[in-house]
């Protein structure tokens, strides 16, 4: 453990001292997917929502229940660091077990019937459900063609400081994530209600699409004011806000237009803050929504008639300057505009997305999406050395 901390200040220091290490030209000619960057398909899964909520994940979690089991060990080992005494963990689990109990229906149930399908404890699903609040960074586009054409796309970062493996170079939890990696159908009455590029065993949301009215991803922002202070008002009682990836499945699962699903990812008080980057079906119906957990501090709109044809975002407040050792908006924004409005399509976001340092070692996988077609797709990647960390 100290002696990958030791790489990692190394890395970073490096990085302070050296304008982009990692960067590159942006790159071109990458879809479809193929190469060293590309780990394979993700597999299709459909959840019935019209069975009880503790049934609806039963058919993934039996097919994914060893993965789901990997990556609950490894949350354990990390656990142990900390916590070196068996009974403080068990007493953890315990603890989280209970705040399952709290969560709002039909989150509870379900994540109930994933830990009894996947015989874990349900403390550790529950850790397993919330680590999207802490741990992630993250990279998303909505881009508008010449036809008003709307496209949406993301990288999913997760693992940051959970475990570098020094031997393989890469993030301990970021590889054993990928296995996990699903793209899923919830379906109503046999037919579909909006789709999702979705971890096993993880409820929430964090990329999705409402076929024919909207595309919707997230990402997190680091504040102060930040989801950890969210959980704890949630242990002590204080419970009037919602769990982001929550919100955003709520959102997919029954918001009916562009503007209600804006209006309510706007103005829904969080336990942490983050960015709701929603895209419509429409010329202009484009926005990243900055939010703190009370309030929206910023909504950045498409509009193509001013200049304005992509919105993009990382983790960090279009109107403060990223951090020099974590730069990935400046570099994506260059490659937008060298592809240019008129070239605008998946495949070139696919481009941006597979360029370092927006391709890193802490991506698991690339989301396209597009609103028209009802097109959702999710590729597993790779970031071959020499690669950023982050």
């Given at each position: 453990m100290r002696a990958a901390v030791v790489v990692m200040l190394a890395v970073t220091w490096v990085a302070v001292l050296t304008k982009d290490p990692y960067g590159e030209d942006c790159r071109y000619h990458q879809y479809p997917p193929t190469g060293a960057t590309f780990r394979g398909s993700v597999p299709d899964f459909i959840i019935n929502l019209d069975l009880p909520p503790r049934e609806r994940w039963v058919q993934l979690v039996r097919e994914k229940k060893d993965e789901l089991n990997v990556i609950i060990q490894h949350i354990k080992k990390i656990m142990s660091v900390f916590?070196?005494?068996?009974?403080?963990?068990?007493?953890?689990?315990?603890?989280?077990?209970?705040?399952?109990?709290?969560?709002p229906y039909p989150f509870n149930e379900e994540i109930e019937g994933i830990a009894q399908t996947a015989g874990a404890e349900l403390g550790d699903i529950v850790v397993f459900n919330v680590f999207y609040e802490i741990f992630t960074v993250c990279?998303?586009?909505?881009?508008?063609?010449?036809?008003?054409?709307?496209?949406?796309?993301?990288?999913?970062?997760?693992?940051?400081?959970?475990?570098?493996?020094?031997?393989?170079?890469?993030?301990?939890?970021?590889?054993?994530?990928?296995?996990?990696?699903?793209?899923l159908d919830f379906q109503k009455n046999n037919k579909t209600v909006f789709q999702s590029a979705n971890l096993a065993g993880y409820v929430g949301m964090v990329s999705g699409i409402r076929p024919g009215i909207f595309t919707l991803t997230m990402n997190e922002r680091f504040s102060i004011d930040g989801g950890y202070i969210g959980v704890?008002?949630?242990?002590?009682?204080?419970?009037?806000?919602?769990?982001?990836?929550?919100?955003?499945r709520s959102v997919l699962e029954n918001s009916t237009s562009y503007e209600e699903a804006k209006d309510r990812l706007t103005n829904t008080r969080l336990l942490a803050p983050a960015y709701f980057i929603l895209a419509g079906n429409q010329s202009g119906q484009g926005s990243v929504i900055t939010r703190s957990r009370t309030a929206a501090l910023d909504v950045w709109n498409l509009n193509a008639s001013t200049g304005t044809w992509y919105v993009l975002e990382t983790n960090y407040d279009r109107w403060k300057v990223p951090l020099v050792v974590d730069d990935r908006r400046t570099p994506a924004m260059k490659c937008m505009n060298l592809t240019m409005q008129q070239n605008i399509s998946l495949p070139a976001l696919y481009n941006v997305l597979s360029t370092k340092p927006m391709l890193n070692k802490l991506t698991v996988s690339t989301t396209l999406m597009e609103v028209s077609e009802g097109r959702i797709e999710t590729y597993l990647r790779d970031c071959p050395d020499p690669c950023s960390p982050w």
């Open positions: 916590f070196s005494s068996g009974k403080l963990i068990q007493l953890l689990e315990s603890k989280m077990a209970w705040l399952g109990s709290t969560l990279t998303s586009i909505i881009a508008e063609d010449k036809a008003g054409k709307l496209y949406h796309a993301r990288n999913l970062d997760f693992g940051l400081f959970l475990g570098w493996d020094i031997k393989n170079s890469s993030w301990i939890v970021t590889q054993k994530l990928k296995p996990l990696m699903v793209s704890f008002e949630w242990i002590f009682g204080k419970r009037d806000g919602w769990w982001m990836s929550f919100l955003t």
